[in-house]
């Protein structure tokens, strides 16, 4: 470790910029956040830093530096393009053990400016050394969307309730799962979503409990998105990274699943067709039963809870149970495979509205509206639809639909081994006899298909020429 992170309270603190250019101005920016006194030496102050001074009472000088500028400066930064004036102010402030900074010489810096994620007071400094801010600052960016603002909302209330909770709790063990409890659980959730006043009043309620190992559990119904741990919002993330248990189903990629936290138990409740190996009423009686037990509970789930997900039917049953929840969206398989497929949903030439259909019902019948589903310059997405394809492409032929209109099945879309098979309503049931393309998959009706040859991406197609269709009789 070349450099020892340290955090220097600057607050009414004098500081020496030697600079008054566009750079200088950066640090001039961070060294006033910090509450610092600022004094500027340079033979020329752009506006933009002499207006900041102006507003933090700065001070700026017009000349030539010279080492009786340090007298009584705690910190040394030295922003110019001119090397032999920054080598005078690094051995100037060395010989008087006043830390410097040389912007863009590490060789001359005694300390270091981090790339900085603030959530005052929660502050995080990412440093490299000075052998790669670059690389620094790229991090910095994947933290800054990794933590939300609200963490210095929570840290502001944390602190308010610090003196009181040390009063309450007599161990540091106490205290530490009482933070944690906090810090994790359904307070920070609140926080994370504005609602600051019901925190407090959950904090001021869990510090009066008698029980200080007391914990209420909560459930959060995530999506987990069509596949690809990328599209994952970064709320599903935070929560599957803090999750004590997580109940997944057979529609969550191992590779999303590798994104929940490391010690949480993985409790695999997934449904394929005839065979389900936690019943809906069973995953239901989990969910309340942990979160009884003070668990975080994750429901995740493929693509969204809401759309053909069942999230209304085990939100029903934590309702009754009083049990708080919290529900997370994700990109449902229809945005996402008619995206990774190159087919859009929705296109003035071609469709101005979009339907989404389950191919099977509760009853496992297909009995849908679908004179609903034949209209003109509208695309039909059907979900679980797989088994039922020979059935639902007679049905819309009967009802209307051209023979001849484009539809396509996209088998694992986003995933590595992603398939598009494209055809029309009398052909794509004999294309897939032959391809036998494997769920989950989707199938797309509508004129939009026509747009893949075009605007295909992403994985791989099925080609149709090289598999010989047969009209469905009808």
């Avoid at 070349?2 to 030697?18: A, G, M, R, S």
């Avoid at 106490?174 to 925190?199: D, M, P, S, Y």
């Avoid at 969204?304 to 529900?327: C, H, M, S, W, Y």
């Avoid at 995933?415 to 055809?423: E, F, I």
Wanted: one cysteine or more; proline letters at 5%; hydrophobic letters at 40%.
């Amino acid at each position: 470790m070349d450099y020892l992170p340290l955090f220097f309270k600057l607050t009414k603190q004098n500081v020496l910029l030697v600079g008054g250019g566009n750079v200088a101005l950066r640090k001039a920016r961070l060294l006033c956040r910090s509450g610092a006194d600022v004094t500027v030496i340079s033979h020329h102050v752009c506006e933009e830093l002499q207006q900041l001074l102006d507003e933090n009472n700065g001070l700026s000088i017009t000349g030539e530096y010279h080492a009786g500028l340090l007298e009584g400066k705690i910190l040394t930064i030295a922003a110019t393009d001119d090397d032999d004036l920054n080598e005078r102010v690094h051995y100037d402030s060395v010989e008087r053990n006043i830390p410097v900074n040389v912007v863009d010489n590490p060789k001359l810096c005694t300390f270091v400016f981090p790339a900085i994620v603030d959530r005052s007071p929660v502050v995080i400094g990412i440093s490299s050394g000075g052998s790669a801010p670059v690389l620094a600052r790229l991090l910095r960016a994947r933290l800054e969307t990794w933590i939300p603002k609200s963490y210095g909302k929570l840290a502001s209330i944390a602190n308010h309730f610090r003196d009181r909770v040390k009063a309450k709790f007599s161990t540091v063990d106490q205290r530490r799962i009482f933070w944690e409890n906090v810090l994790q659980g359904q307070i920070a959730e609140k926080v994370f979503t504005g609602r600051e006043a019901e925190a407090t009043q959950l904090i001021e309620e869990k510090i009066a409990h008698e029980d200080p190992d007391h914990q209420t559990g909560e459930v959060y119904l995530v999506g987990g998105g069509p596949g690809d741990p990328e599209l994952l919002t970064f709320k599903a993330l935070r929560l599957m990274q803090q999750a004590d248990i997580v109940l997944y189903d057979a529609l969550v990629s191992e590779a999303v699943l590798d994104l929940c936290r490391r010690d949480a138990d993985l409790v695999f409740v997934g449904k394929k067709r005839d065979n389900h190996t936690v019943p809906q009423e069973g995953i239901n009686e989990l969910l309340v039963k942990h979160a009884q037990l003070g668990k975080r509970v994750v429901r995740l789930k493929g693509g969204d809870p809401f759309i053909f997900g069942r999230g209304g039917e085990e939100l029903e049953t934590l309702k009754a149970n009083n049990i708080p929840f919290q529900v997370v969206p994700g990109i449902t398989a229809a945005s996402a495979c008619s995206t990774y497929s190159g087919i859009p949903l929705t296109h003035r030439n071609y469709a101005q509205s979009v339907k989404f259909v389950t191919g099977q019902l509760k009853n496992r019948t297909t009995d849908l509206n679908f004179d609903e589903l034949v209209h003109p310059n509208q695309t039909v997405v059907f979900y679980m639809g797989l088994h039922t394809l020979p059935t639902l492409s007679q049905k819309l032929i009967e009802h209307g639909k051209p023979g001849d209109t484009p539809a396509a099945i996209v088998s694992r879309g986003t995933s590595a081994d992603q398939k598009v098979l494209t055809g029309t309503l009398e052909t794509l049931s004999s294309l897939q006899e032959q391809a036998q393309l494997p769920a989950p998959a989707l199938i797309i009706v509508g004129e939009v298909v026509s747009l893949h040859e075009n605007l295909s991406w992403f994985g791989d197609e099925v080609i149709a020429q090289n598999l010989s269709p047969v009209k469905a009789e009808h």
